[in-house]
């Protein structure tokens, strides 16, 4: 359908038609959604959060947009040539960092800079978890107060994460100086605000995911074999079965991530025989016994260590990364999880669902841009600083 927009700059009354998507997000339906136009917003310099908050001070850093924001203009997927849209401002809400620091935008559409070094921003904006010499700190936003909750020199804590609806707890990868891997891997850890630090699990992980309800933890150990771990203490080996997988003679799990539903998780998947190797993506139904194996594809040369699948919020579509042989069909994949769409959105990287799944954002050689679904084939190029590094997209309270 046509939809007509008006915008307001300077005065003037512009006036915008294009054809946009309408209706419900629904993978397997034809109806398209309403594309969401940006309303005008008077430049201005990023504050400092420091303005409306009392944290510990930053080093004074601004960036402008030296562009039009009002403008949205759309180039349909594949580019050619590339496309060089009129950038539209960062939407409130995102989290981002750069070489001054942690940035979150407001709901005035101005980056604030919450912190001079880079961490995660809880869900309500008012703590951040950091990393530092080895150890999780938590800085509280509102009273600028810093704490040392692990303070552990004969072990290091990585790759933290708040864990759902546990305010006080934090879950974190615990290893050792002397501990030798190929990448970060090591005890899956739970810490409290008070200090407590608790190993779950004898196993060495690797990646891993909690549901959010908090309960349960997924995750690959060291010969990338699928586990739920209970907070009871119950783990439990997942075999799962799949007709695509019975000639396979080896299946390795990687990268598990929670369905924001909690009723489903996402895994990035290697199978093969002694003549042929697949990369796919696996969606495990909690408590079914059987895996949906989507997208298989043949890899040009090893494919592990692509990056975990993304949920969009409703559970029912996931972004999916793996390198085909077949150069045409190389890039991230949206995929339906019911079957009904896959789309090929190009080589892009660290792509963020804004929280209600109006928009998807990702970041290519030429700059980050947001695309609508259903089809994906709309591209708003969206300002960001050079280096920034997008790393959630929260509702603001």
């Known amino acids: 359908m046509k939809t007509l927009v008006l915008l307001f700059v300077g005065g003037l009354i512009l006036w915008l038609v294009a054809c946009v998507p309408a209706g419900n997000v629904e993978p397997a339906s034809s109806d398209l959604w309403e594309a969401a136009t940006v309303e005008a917003r008077p430049l201005a310099t990023p504050r400092s959060l420091q303005e409306t908050r009392t944290p510990p001070p930053p080093p ?17 997927w594949p580019p050619d040539p590339i496309p060089s849209p009129t950038p539209v401002p960062p939407f409130p809400g995102m989290v981002y960092t750069t070489a001054e620091g942690l940035w979150q935008v407001n709901t005035n ?32 936003l509102i009273t600028g107060n810093q704490q040392n909750v692990t303070n552990t020199p004969d072990s290091i804590e990585c790759c933290i994460k708040w864990w759902p609806n546990k305010p006080d707890t934090f879950f974190a990868i615990t290893y050792h100086e002397d501990d030798i891997f190929e990448s970060v891997v090591g005890k899956m850890t739970a810490v409290t605000l008070a200090g407590d630090t608790t190993i779950l699990a004898q196993e060495t992980v690797g990646a891993s995911s909690i549901s959010p309800d908090g309960q349960i933890i997924s995750f690959e150990d060291l010969y990338y074999q699928p586990f739920l771990y209970q907070l009871g203490g119950e783990i439990e080996l997942l075999t799962l079965e799949s007709e695509t997988l019975e000639e396979a003679s080896w299946v390795a799990f990687e990268n598990p991530i929670w369905s924001p539903d909690g009723q489903k998780i996402a895994w990035n998947i290697a199978y093969g025989n002694e003549t042929q190797q697949w990369v796919a993506l696996a969606i495990y139904h ?16 090893y494919s592990g260590g692509t990056h ?51 928009y998807l954002l990702y970041q290519t050689d030429e700059g980050y841009f947001l695309t609508i679904p259903p089809d994906f084939t ?3 190029n969206v300002y960001l600083p050079p280096g920034a590094r997008v790393l959630d997209w929260q509702e603001i309270p």
Not at 60 to 69: G, K, N
Not at 312 to 333: C, I, L, R, Y
């Open 308 to 358: 975990p699948p993304v949920w969009h919020p409703n559970s029912a579509w996931v972004v999916f990364d793996a390198v085909d042989e077949v150069v045409s069909e190389q890039g991230s994949w949206v995929i339906a999880i019911d079957g009904s769409s896959q789309t090929n959105i190009g080589v892009i990287r660290q792509p963020v669902w804004n929280p209600d799944g109006r």
């Open 109 to 140: 559409w101005q980056p604030e800079l919450l912190f001079d070094r880079p961490g995660v921003l809880e869900p309500n904006g008012r703590r951040v978890l950091y990393e530092q010499d080895g150890d999780i700190w938590v800085l509280d």
């Open 378 to 380: 709309t591209k708003i």
């Open 60 to 76: 004074i850093a601004t960036h402008m947009p030296t562009v039009d924001p009002t403008v949205l203009t759309t180039t349909p």
């Open 286 to 301: 909690v408590g079914e016994p059987e895996i949906q194996i989507l997208h298989p594809i043949h890899p040009a040369g």
